[in-house]
């Protein structure tokens, strides 16, 4: 089993659309959970940190259930800017190193 | 400057050349990694540097070899590559292990073996 998976996608929606990217991690003892965005040829960006009871952050919202290992990302009202490829990521262990997935492509369509 | 910076961007090189990637970081951290990113693939981690000591190789052929003189400067030195080591190559960096804010990436250098 795959370290960190995510479905590939693409999800193509339409602008104005709400949209939920799902991940699943292999490693119980991972402590620090994070999404990404890569725009393409550039390099990952940090999004935001995921935290236990969840967080928000503007038009995203950021899940953890680490009972099922499962990770989520809601993007509401989606944006043309939001088109990129999301990317899970995790800390493998306390002082581990962060282990990507291989993202989740997203396309806003207007 | 402000971040982390790579250079070169892009690199053509020859299999039996040899050549070197540098990244560097203006942010004070203590903690410098790169990073394979293949076509398909997930980001691949190469090596781990906290304090300039190596703390992790990935299992990386010896084809690569990486060098770290100080906190922020971290090098990636090339020889004899195949042509299945084309990819684009990040550097990062981040405050000790990363916890709490995740890893700042350089712009990457997309390097192409002929």
């Known amino acids: 089993r795959k370290e960190v998976e995510q479905d590939p996608g693409p999800f193509n929606v339409p602008e104005g659309a709400t949209v939920a990217f799902n991940c699943t991690y292999s490693?119980?003892?991972?402590?620090?959970f994070f999404w990404y965005r890569q725009d393409c040829r550039k390099e990952p960006k940090l999004l935001m940190s995921?935290?236990?009871s969840g967080n928000e952050d503007g038009r995203f919202t950021a899940q953890l259930n680490r009972a099922s290992q499962y990770i989520s990302l809601l993007i509401r009202d989606s944006k043309l800017s939001d088109s990129a490829t999301y990317l899970c990521?995790?800390?493998?262990?306390?002082?581990?190193?962060?282990?990507f997935g291989k993202g989740t492509k997203l396309s806003v369509k207007p | 400057e402000t971040g982390v910076t790579q250079t070169p961007r892009h690199l053509v090189m020859g299999m039996t050349n040899k050549k070197s990637l540098k990244c560097e970081q203006h942010?004070?951290?203590?903690?410098m990694y790169w990073y394979k990113q293949s076509a398909k693939k997930p980001l691949e981690l190469m090596f781990v540097?906290?304090?300039?000591?190596?703390?992790e190789n990935n299992s990386v052929p010896s084809r690569f070899s990486p060098e770290c003189p100080n906190s922020s400067h971290l090098f990636l030195h090339l020889h004899t590559l195949q042509p299945e080591d084309s990819a684009l190559y990040l550097c990062?960096?981040?405050?000790?292990?990363?916890?709490?804010?995740?890893?700042?990436f350089g712009s990457g250098t997309r390097l192409t073996v002929v």
């Open positions: 990062a960096s981040s405050q000790g292990a990363g916890r709490l804010d995740g890893y700042t």
């Open positions: 990521v995790v800390m493998r262990g306390s002082q581990g190193n962060l282990i």
């Open positions: 540097y906290n304090f300039k000591e190596q703390t």
């Open positions: 490693n119980s003892a991972s402590q620090s």
């Open positions: 942010l004070g951290h203590n903690a």
């Open positions: 995921v935290y236990s």
